[in-house]
């Protein structure tokens, strides 16, 4: 087993810096370190990486940042054989820490490479027009997006990260997108019915229950059962909708009756739109062109070995 090291110098704001600093003195494994550049370096890096497992000299690829981090991980392996993946948080959200097992020291990492325990995760894929990508957490259409965007890119999230806050600069774009985002229709297509939503906030599709640093959007989730869960989120008030972001953290939100949620193994989303409408996976932004859209979002069961 031979272990590399990706970092995002830029995951929390210098966190992830800060972690490999405090990591790096306990090895005693052999292993390679990769410092990633710019965006899509992590994908690039973890597809190379992953061309060089074989059965008999299988690779570990840590990843030191956030869930945009993992994400492109898990994009860049492309559940290539042979290939572990485990993590090192160093994020502002978090949210693939609070849904799968994460290395905390030196210690539980070279005990990995000894033992070679990992456990066997589902993964989401969502395809748009030509292309697709890969999902550990969640994908969402809408309001979610909009605001993880503008959140991610923001200079108040990165301020808040100084002081280990970066999370909460989510709520603060909830209320300010709620007097510039419009709802939408969408259909949905699953298990053998259509459904038609209107005035629709956002639909989301969920591997694990976590999303916006914390959020207990989808309770049910399981990265091991083979289903992904839908939550559309439709006709309610902005003031409801607040309530609802409010509520979330506790779960308390599955109770609303503008709140639907659905196990499926596979869904289609039809829309259609005149202004542009965002798409997110993993918290990382995919504009949707203005006019009829159709995203088919399906799990891929058992595709990836997480290090643990």
């Given at each position: 087993m031979f272990v590399h090291f990706i970092l995002n110098p830029n995951a929390g704001n210098g966190r992830g810096?800060?972690?490999?600093r405090?990591?790096?003195p306990h090895l005693t494994i052999p292993y390679e370190f990769h410092e990633t550049e710019y965006a899509g370096h992590t994908c690039e890096l973890a597809r190379s990486i992953a061309r060089t497992a074989t059965k008999k000299q299988p690779v570990c690829i840590i990843a030191i940042g956030g869930d945009g981090t993992l994400h492109e991980v898990v994009n860049g392996v492309a559940m290539s054989e042979h290939v572990y993946i485990g993590a090192i948080a160093a994020g502002s959200g978090n949210d693939f820490a609070r849904g799968y097992h994460v290395?905390?020291?030196?210690?539980?990492?070279?005990?990995?490479?000894?033992?070679?325990?990992?456990?066997?995760?589902?993964?989401?894929v969502a395809?748009?027009?030509?292309?697709?990508?890969?999902?550990?957490?969640?994908?969402?259409?809408?309001?979610?997006?909009?605001?993880?965007?503008?959140?991610?890119?923001?200079?108040?999230?990165?301020?808040?990260?100084?002081w280990k806050l970066g999370k909460l600069s989510y709520p603060y774009y909830v209320i300010q997108a709620l007097f510039t985002f419009k709802p939408f229709q969408l259909t949905a297509i699953h298990n053998g019915k259509r459904e038609v939503y209107n005035d629709v906030w956002f639909a989301t599709v969920s591997n694990q229950p976590f999303f916006g640093g914390g959020m207990n959007l989808s309770p049910v989730s399981n990265t091991q059962d083979g289903k992904l869960e839908?939550?559309?989120?439709?006709?309610?008030?902005?003031?409801?909708?607040?309530?609802?972001?409010?509520?979330?953290?506790?779960?308390?939100?599955?109770?609303?009756?503008?709140?639907?949620?659905?196990e499926v193994q596979q869904i289609q989303f039809e829309f259609q739109f005149d202004e542009q409408v965002m798409s997110h996976a993993d918290g990382e932004k995919q504009q949707l062109q203005p006019g009829?859209?159709?995203?088919?979002?399906?799990?891929?069961?058992?595709?990836?070995?997480?290090a643990k």
């Open positions: 810096q800060k972690k490999w405090q990591l790096q290395f905390k020291d030196a210690k539980q990492l070279e005990q990995f490479v000894v033992s070679k325990q990992a456990t066997v995760h589902d993964v989401g395809r748009i027009n030509d292309y697709e990508k890969r999902f550990v957490n969640n994908f969402g259409i809408g309001f979610d997006a909009f605001v993880a965007i503008m959140a991610n890119e923001s200079q108040l999230k990165k301020k808040l990260n100084k839908v939550t559309v989120v439709s006709n309610l008030s902005k003031w409801k909708l607040l309530l609802l972001f409010g509520s979330v953290f506790f779960a308390k939100h599955t109770q609303m009756k503008e709140v639907q949620q659905f009829t859209n159709v995203i088919l979002v399906y799990v891929d069961e058992k595709a990836w070995h997480l």
